[in-house]
Nanobody
Framework: QVQLLDSGGGLVQAGGSLRLSCVAS????????MAWFRQTPGKEREFVAA????????DYTGAVKGRFTLFRDNAKNTVDLQMNSLKPEDSAVYYC??????????????????WGQGTLVTVSS
């Protein structure tokens, strides 16, 4: 079964940390660019971070640069998002995403082949 399983969300105080995990199955993970998006009620789903399968390049949206880090493990078919120095504005449902394009720009535009089910992150002030 082709799927992405997100986990790791929860409630944390501002300044704290969380690590989200995405486990992939049913497809060749090592040939997919992986990303995280987030969405709050009433807003469009927005790009957070991505890592290319082709060259390992990463990109982060400006709001999270220096605070969030992606970790990819092709042996375990996982991509984790380490989130530090969390802010209330980081509160959202976070979604793992996958696309076979080698270009990060493709997935950043929302051209996604597979979505996870989402995991809720709530940061209290």
């Amino acid at each position: 079964q082709v799927q992405l399983l997100d986990s790791g969300g929860g409630l944390v105080q501002a300044g704290g940390s969380l690590r989200l995990s995405c486990v992939a199955s049913g497809f060749t993970f090592s040939t997919y660019t992986m990303a995280w998006f987030r969405q709050t009620p009433g807003k469009e789903r927005e790009f957070v971070a991505a890592i290319s399968w082709f060259n390992g390049n990463t990109d982060y949206t400006g709001a999270v640069k220096g605070r969030f880090t992606l970790f990819r493990d092709n042996a375990k078919n996982t991509v984790d998002l380490q989130m530090n120095s969390l802010k209330p504005e980081d509160s959202a449902v976070y979604y793992c995403a996958a696309d076979r394009s080698p270009f990060i720009a493709t997935i950043e535009l929302g051209n996604v082949e597979l979505w996870g089910q989402g995991t809720l992150v709530t940061v209290s002030s």
